[in-house]
């Protein structure tokens, strides 16, 4: 069987090409002119260059029975708000409109639980949960809901479409990184002096594609699927990394009004100036709230793994300095 995968050069989409090659599928990504390869270097699999909003895209589908749609633009800055909408909300209406028209027979949709929202503090939500759009923050989590929207409503016309909502990956080949990669990039390289008290979801990326894989084979047409493991607040994992480490886990909380001002700082004035900034303010905005979720449907219903978090740092930790993330 043939699969045709967008976002296949990322952290997620490399994961999943790995499993499903080892599980026997021919594969044909989509990968835009400016991506990066190198997550994809000696892998046997066929590759087309295009865009999401590409108009012949249904053309590059042909022979393709399934469709993962991965690809997403993941930005916490505001300037990208329109690049946002663009590729995560119409690219993806676009892409399944055409796979309906190549004939797919399923699409597994990677949505996020940004797409989700969170509950009140420290509440643990599941798939019933939905926060409403204005209440979700920045245009990131907003363009994934709208994205989502447009899943379910095709999937409700009767597209074989699966929804799967990763929380926060862990492991090797984060080449970007992503914003967990980034945490323990930090960490690694010390540039961690105090922390913000917050809390993820966090799971083994190697998971994340077996639930990919595994809602293909099981997952029923409309539903979503929350992708995760176990709920820590920042404090634990860095805990954890100093374990594996040896590097002394920062013991300082950074009260929210720090990141808060430089964060606009940043943003409202130096930006305009042509400076690049550091701090989103949408990131910082997000810290302040506890994102905690609950996978036991993807546990039940799909069989997803939940491997061991140390493990998955230990990988996330040995890519990074192999590939030379880290100066030793």
């Known amino acids: 069987m043939r699969v045709f995968i967008t976002g296949a050069t990322g952290f997620i989409g490399s994961h999943i090409v ?10 044909t990504a989509l990968v835009r002119d400016q991506s990066n390869l190198n997550n994809l270097q000696g892998l046997k699999i066929d590759i087309v260059k295009s865009d999401l909003n590409d108009p012949k895209i249904a053309e590059k589908m042909q022979g393709c029975q399934y469709l993962f ?26 892409i399944l409109t055409a796979a309906q028209q190549a004939g797919i027979e399923k699409t597994i949709y990677t949505s996020s639980v940004a797409a989700i929202g969170v509950g009140k503090p420290g509440e643990i939500v599941d798939e019933t949960h939905q926060s409403p759009v204005e209440k979700l923050i920045g245009d990131y989590k ?3 809901f709208l994205a989502e929207k447009i899943a379910l409503e095709k ?22 990184p992503t914003p967990t990669g980034d945490i323990i990039l930090r960490f690694l390289r010390r540039q961690m002096p ?6 993820l979801n966090f799971i083994d990326v190697e998971d994340v594609a077996w639930g990919h894989l595994l809602a293909l084979e099981k997952g029923k047409v409309g539903d979503r699927y929350i992708l995760g493991n176990q709920n820590l607040t920042l404090k634990q994992l860095l805990e954890k990394l100093s374990e ?21 700082i940043d943003e409202t004035i130096l930006a305009p100036l042509g400076k690049i900034p550091t701090v989103p303010l949408d990131g910082v905005r997000m810290a302040q709230q506890k994102m905690y979720y609950d996978s036991s449907k993807a546990i039940r219903e799909l069989g997803i793994p939940q491997s061991s978090l140390d493990i998955a740092l230990k990988n996330a930790v040995n890519w990074f300095i192999a590939n ?4 030793r």
């Open 244 to 264: 594996i480490t040896n590097i002394p886990a920062p013991k300082t909380v950074i009260p929210p009004w720090i990141p808060l001002t430089v964060a606009w």
């Open 18 to 27: 790995r499993l499903l090659l080892k599980q026997g599928y021919k594969i």
């Open 194 to 199: 105090g922390y913000v008290d917050t809390g």
């Open 324 to 327: 030379g993330y880290v100066n």
């Open 155 to 176: 999937a409700q016309q009767g597209q074989n479409i699966v929804i799967v909502n990763p929380t926060s990956p862990i492991g090797a080949l984060d080449i970007k």
């Open 69 to 94: 749609h991965v690809a997403a633009h993941y930005s916490l800055w505001q300037k990208d708000r329109d690049l946002l909408y663009s590729y995560n909300v119409e690219g993806t209406r676009n």
């Open 142 to 144: 907003k363009s994934k």
